[in-house]
């Protein structure tokens, strides 16, 4: 059983940056998509960004392209995200997910193992 544990989150000004990890444990990941997903309350959860297992292919949902950054680190277990510029609207609670597939999607149910989340609030 995989089990991903995020940190990093913590709260900023607008305009300032935040990085993001999420660790995972259990059987190796390294084939697998990776994907950093959130919530604000009262919405649904949404795409933010995903990475294929060789990390030279990305998605980006287009409210966070330009600013976000997704990587990961397959020795490791670990994917990361930086976050440049942050803006109020980003304010939500932060995902990971393992997709264990080959190919990159961005629907919540496409993915089957999930971290705890955790709080990014930006303020303006």
């Known amino acids: 059983q995989v089990q991903l544990v995020e940190s990093g989150g913590g709260s900023v000004q607008a305009g300032e940056s935040l990085g993001l990890s999420c660790a995972a444990s259990?059987?190796?990941?390294?084939?697998?998509?990776l994907g950093w997903f959130r919530q604000a309350p009262g919405k649904e959860r949404e795409f933010v960004a995903a990475?294929?297992?060789?990390?030279?292919?990305?998605r980006y949902a287009d409210s966070v392209k330009g600013r976000f950054t997704i990587s990961r680190d397959n020795a490791k277990n670990t994917m990361y995200l930086q976050m440049n510029s942050l803006k109020p609207e980003d304010t939500a609670v932060y995902y990971c997910?393992?997709?264990?597939?080959?190919?990159?999607?961005?629907?919540?149910?496409?993915?089957?193992?999930w971290g705890q989340g955790t709080q990014v609030t930006v303020s303006s």
């Open positions: 259990g059987p190796t990941v390294s084939r697998d998509v």
């Open positions: 997910a393992i997709r264990e597939d080959l190919y990159i999607r961005q629907n919540p149910p496409d993915y089957e193992y």
């Open positions: 990475i294929n297992w060789t990390g030279f292919l990305t």
